[in-house]
């Protein structure tokens, strides 16, 4: 049975403050990995928030890697872990919601471009239109960015495609638009665990003080977790039965 740890980067995320949030997720992958983290997975948009470009525009925003993803490149490759890094991009006159997989010898292994990007605060972003499961260690992983869970075609054509389990950064609290079941209703129609990791902290029109990282098998909620401050959340996990070997999360709280 192969198991390691997974660790979620339970952020805040300061909106437009560039800067501060590459620091404050360098510095939780560096403590993630001290924990013994495999993979280390980070909320949607965690360089700039969601409401970024209300502060500073997106002329900020390049092609991808940019110096700085290519620093956490190198980092991965430094401590041999694989990390989900959530960032915008740009392609031509195109911007992008985007995560990508960084692997343990710092290659990108793939990106996903969110696909359901009917917000205000996304009226930046094209919307993606490639869904392909990424490979990270022999697993082959579906990545769902925050609302591409709201619908059930993204999730099952990941399971169609082959993925084995699914991994959502999410910038999603609860309100109005908050989530109403569609984590755990993608569990249960896919068959496949999926794990979240959400943030905290507030945007201008936007609360994630309440905002779960979660782990769902089965259409249930298994783990979860909300805080006032960042966290470093670590659980283990087997990776050949797709199972949780954790009854809780280890909970590291960070500045």
């Avoid at 909320?43 to 940019?66: N, Y």
């Avoid at 993925?163 to 609290?173: E, R």
Wanted: glycine share 8%; proline share 5%.
């Amino acid at each position: 049975m192969r198991t390691g740890k997974i660790a979620l980067l339970h952020l805040e995320t300061v909106p437009g403050a560039i800067e501060r949030n590459r620091y404050v997720i360098v510095e939780a992958i560096k403590h993630a990995a001290t924990t013994g983290a495999d993979w280390i997975v980070t909320p949607e948009l965690a360089v700039c928030g969601l409401q970024f470009t209300h502060v500073v525009g997106s002329d900020w925003v390049q092609s991808q890697p940019d110096p700085w993803m290519q620093q956490v490149c190198k980092l991965a490759r430094t401590l041999k872990r694989t990390v989900f890094l959530g960032c915008p991009e740009r392609e031509g006159n195109r911007f992008y919601n985007s995560v990508f997989v960084i692997g343990p010898t710092g290659e990108i292994l793939g990106k996903h471009r969110k696909i359901n990007v009917v917000s205000d605060s996304l009226a930046w972003s094209s919307p993606g239109d490639i869904v392909a499961p990424i490979e990270c260690d022999g697993i082959k992983v579906g990545v769902l960015i925050c609302s591409d869970v709201y619908t059930s075609n993204i999730a099952r054509a990941l399971k169609f495609e082959g993925a084995q389990m699914l991994v959502s950064p999410a910038s999603w609290g609860p309100g109005i638009h908050g989530p109403n079941g569609e984590w755990e209703q993608r569990t249960h129609e896919t068959g496949l665990p999926l794990i979240v990791c959400n943030r905290t902290g507030a945007e201008k029109t936007l609360d994630f003080w309440n905002a779960p990282s979660l782990v769902v098998q089965n259409g249930r909620r298994v783990l979860a977790h909300t805080s006032k401050k960042s966290a470093v959340l670590t659980f283990d996990w087997d990776f050949d039965g797709m199972m949780l070997r954790s009854s809780r999360y280890s909970v590291d709280y960070i500045r």
